[in-house]
């Protein structure tokens, strides 16, 4: 670490890697924010997300809105 890089200690926006049925937190971090409303989701109680799409949903309602969007889509 240099002079200008300032420790993480899992404060701020975690940078995740959504997987089937699981992620990758590639940086450390309290929380990542809704896609749609960006209302921040602690990551703790992250449960929605999209793989193809590579976002978090704060609700079932907002992960379902994106689900039918795609579905019409394609």
């Known amino acids: 670490m ?3 890089e300032r420790p993480n ?8 890697q959504y997987l089937d049925g699981d992620y ?3 940086k450390s971090g309290s929380f990542v ?3 749609v409303t960006g209302r921040p989701i602690p990551l703790a109680e992250l449960r929605y997300w999209s793989v193809p799409r590579q976002e ?3 609700t079932p ?4 809105q ?3 969007t795609d579905r019409q889509q394609g």
Request: aromatic share 12%; proline share 0%.
């Open 2 to 4: 240099n002079r200008f």
């Open 9 to 16: 200690n899992g404060e701020g926006e975690a940078i995740i």
């Open 24 to 26: 990758r937190v590639l």
């Open 33 to 35: 924010r809704c896609a």
């Open 56 to 58: 978090a949903y704060a």
């Open 61 to 64: 309602e907002v992960a379902a």
């Open 66 to 68: 994106i689900y039918q």
